[in-house]
């Protein structure tokens, strides 16, 4: 593989952390932002399984420091403590636990498969 190939993913990943932002605002309740960040994850980490977790910090790295850059700029710092840093780290560490779950899956599963040809 050329070197250009194997940055396509984290470019992949960053645009998904960019769009996993506006599901923020879907409800007051962080639960589909944190299902579809699982599921970005578990995505990344089936797809891509040598990065195992790893796949969450470029999932949700645009979104933190968006946050950052937001709590730095135009200050609100009780408000990020109390609404936004909770969600956030839920949802950082979902993506995490996503790309971790679906990466040891598919890592597993390979296995028994290269198990059960190697036993014919």
Known sequence: MSNNNQKWPYLLAFLAGIGLQFTAGIEYFPGPQLIISFLIGG???????NISWKWGLWIMGPVLSLLCFSVLFAGNLEIFLEKDLPVSGISFISACLGSF???????????????ETKEE
Do not use: A, I, M, T
């Not at 779950?101 to 198990?115: I, L, Q, T, Y």
């Open 43 to 49: 995505l990344f980490g089936f797809v891509w399984p």
């Open 101 to 115: 779950v679906f990466s040891r899956w598919k890592v597993r599963r390979s296995n028994e498969v290269n198990r």
